[in-house]
């Protein structure tokens, strides 16, 4: 559900959205905890009535706008457009989402108070509060404009109790666009980089696809492990990364989409394929499946030895959804 609402120089938007999620049965022999990073103003809630329902109510977006032009003010969770990374970033003030997120289309938010100027260079200055697990507050500050017909941006700030800067560019090569982006943090006197490079490519008014590989500074362990992710941003475990995300326009209301993302230094690899069936204006049909190719401890398709019998890793999910929106 969104919201809108517009009075002289003041605007409000809000999406509220809910989920409905039934499984079979499926009771874990010991807790798992939750890992996901949360924000720093909380809006899921979260009920389970039984072992097969689940129930997630959460507040997407909610965000109040003062236009005084050429100045904007954005106060409350909102999109932070950082980077130009799709399938990974290198630049990201953003928590990190789970792999198997089934619906990826819609871009994620964060907490913030941002404040705009458009001009012919366009200057940002953002304060992220702190969120839990966090010691100190967040932020940045961005430009970004256009230089021999490519955009390029600067970026400087905290992100995750780590000083950073960076720099993304993104430039049309013929038929193909081709984007990247670099970024250095510093931690407790350590330094770490990230880096990525894009080439998307339309093949024809059906046939798209985006190419991605990602260099991850933070990546110090390869595999399967209990350990804590070392940025907030980052849901990898290795360095190395190639992504692609293909989408197929079978008919004006159906699309196949797959996306896989493999690491390089062990060569397992996550698939997500999925089709969108569009029923009306405001309802599609999505199905899928989540699945790994991996073995012992890989990232992707290893396990975690926990017990005698049992193991911990990424599953393979199959699911139906029906996305209703207003």
């Known amino acids: 559900m969104q919201l809108e609402a517009s009075y002289r120089f003041l605007r409000l938007e809000a999406a509220n959205e809910t989920f409905l999620n039934y499984q079979q049965a499926n009771r874990s022999v010991f807790p798992i905890p939750d890992f996901t990073p949360a924000s720093s103003w909380n809006t ?23 236009n005084a032009d050429p100045f904007q003010v ?16 290198a630049v990201s003030q953003m928590q990190r989402y789970p792999l198997i997120f089934i619906d990826p289309e819609f871009p994620k938010t964060e907490d913030a108070v941002s404040v705009i100027y458009s001009g012919p260079w366009q200057w940002e200055a953002r304060f992220l509060p702190k969120a839990p697990g966090q010691r100190e507050d967040n932020f940045h500050l961005r430009t970004k404009g256009s230089l021999l017909d490519i955009d390029v941006g600067l970026i400087a700030g905290r992100s995750d109790d780590k000083t950073f800067a960076g720099f993304e560019a993104a430039g049309n090569w013929g038929e193909s666009l081709i984007r990247g982006e670099v970024s250095g943090y510093r931690y407790r006197n350590h330094h770490y980089g990230q880096a990525l490079l894009g080439w998307d490519h339309v093949f024809s008014a059906t046939w798209s696809t985006k190419f991605e590989i990602f260099y991850n500074g933070f990546g110090e362990i390869s595999g399967q492990t209990l350990g804590v992710f070392p940025h907030r941003s980052t849901p990898f475990r290795g360095t190395w990364y190639v992504g692609n995300f293909t989408t197929w326009e079978i008919h004006s209301l ?23 069936y569009s029923l009306s204006n405001s309802v599609d049909l999505l199905g899928g499946r989540f699945f790994n190719v991996g073995a ?10 926990f017990g005698l019998q049992f193991g911990l890793g990424q599953p393979d999910i199959s699911y139906l959804a029906l996305r209703w929106y207003f």
């Not at 401890?297 to 030895?305: D, L, M, T, Y």
């Open 296 to 305: 012992g401890k890989e990232e992707f398709g290893g396990q975690v030895p």
């Open 44 to 66: 899921n809630h979260r009920w389970v009535p039984n072992d097969s329902l689940s129930i997630l109510n959460r507040w997407d977006r909610a965000y109040l706008q003062i």
């Open 74 to 89: 954005l106060i409350g969770k909102q999109v932070i457009p950082l980077g130009v990374g799709q399938i990974f970033n």
């Open 254 to 276: 159906l699309k196949a989409n797959l996306l896989s993302v493999c690491n390089l230094q062990d060569s397992s690899a996550l698939f997500h394929a999925y089709l969108n």
